[in-house]
């Protein structure tokens, strides 16, 4: 376990037991929560014309719904966001390795990878939580071990740097 927690969303430190600092939870951060196992945007398909899976296209939605229920039509012009999926350790595992996975000793190596969960998520947020996924200036897919299987989502608006301010 890390000396000093870091806020998920924007890398600052939090107190104890906290994952987002409380001048994101306070200011422009979203935090939206997805329960069960984080899933991966799949390949496309191909019957004489390429085609989006339909468990692909359920997952969108649900993420879609998930963010509306729980941000509300919160539209970021330059998100940063941070995804982590959370996995349960498996229940045939031993209790001092299950300790060592929820103490964040052991990370979890199993698929989805981490790049189809994020592509996922982000395509999912096109048009709910900002205006096209281009305009994503900052990107953190996070893998854990967890009590329960989730994917939290925190978004917040990413800071631009003052003009003139190139070489520093």
């Not at 969960?117 to 096109?126: E, R, Y």
Request: aromatic letters at 8%.
């Amino acid at each position: 376990m890390t000396d000093v927690e870091k806020c998920v969303a924007c890398g600052r430190p939090v107190p104890e037991g906290r994952q987002i600092c409380p001048e994101c939870e306070e200011t422009n951060a979203v935090k939206v929560i997805i329960p069960g196992k984080p899933f991966g945007k799949e390949r496309p398909r191909f019957a004489g014309h390429a085609y989006t899976p339909k468990r692909t296209e359920t997952a969108e939605r649900v993420i879609g719904w998930y963010y509306r229920m729980q941000a509300g039509n919160r539209v970021f012009r330059l998100p940063s966001i941070t995804i982590v999926a959370v996995f349960e350790p498996p229940k045939s595992t031993r209790k001092d390795t299950r300790a060592a996975m929820l103490a964040g000793e052991i990370r979890p190596t199993v698929k989805p990878d981490w790049d189809n969960i994020g592509k996922l998520v982000c395509d999912a947020l096109n048009g709910i939580a900002y205006t096209d996924d281009k305009n994503i200036v900052e990107a953190t897919v996070i893998k854990k071990y967890g009590k329960q299987s989730q994917t939290e989502i925190y978004i917040r608006e990413a800071v631009e740097k003052p003009k003139g301010d190139e070489n520093k």
